[in-house]
C-alpha cells in the first residue's frame, strides 16, 4: 500500500496495518508523545490498536515539544 507519512510518499508492503504497528515500524522511540492524525483527524491514543491505516491515507506524527 501507498500512504503519505508527513507529507512523504512511502510505499509499505502490509495488508493490514494498525496505527499501533506503523508506530512501531517507524521505530518512534517515545510514542506517547506522539499524536497521529490520518486525514485530518486525530485519532485517540486508545484506537491505535484498532484504527488500519489504509492505502492512500495520509499520516501525520505530530510530536510533543516541552519547554522551559
Known amino acids: 500500500m501507498e500512504i ?3 507529507g ?3 510505499f509499505i ?3 493490514h496495518l494498525t ?3 506503523l508506530l512501531e ?14 486525514d485530518g483527524e486525530i485519532v485517540h ?3 491505535y490498536h484498532d484504527t488500519v491505516v489504509g492505502d492512500r491515507n495520509q499520516v501525520d506524527l505530530l ?3 516541552a519547554g522551559g
Open 4 to 6: 503519505r507519512l508527513n
Open 8 to 10: 512523504e510518499p512511502r
Open 13 to 15: 508492503n502490509a495488508a
Open 19 to 21: 496505527v499501533a504497528g
Open 25 to 38: 515500524m517507524e521505530q518512534v522511540p517515545s510514542p506517547e508523545m506522539v499524536a497521529v492524525q490520518i
Open 45 to 47: 491514543r486508545c484506537a
Open 63 to 65: 510530536y510533543f515539544m
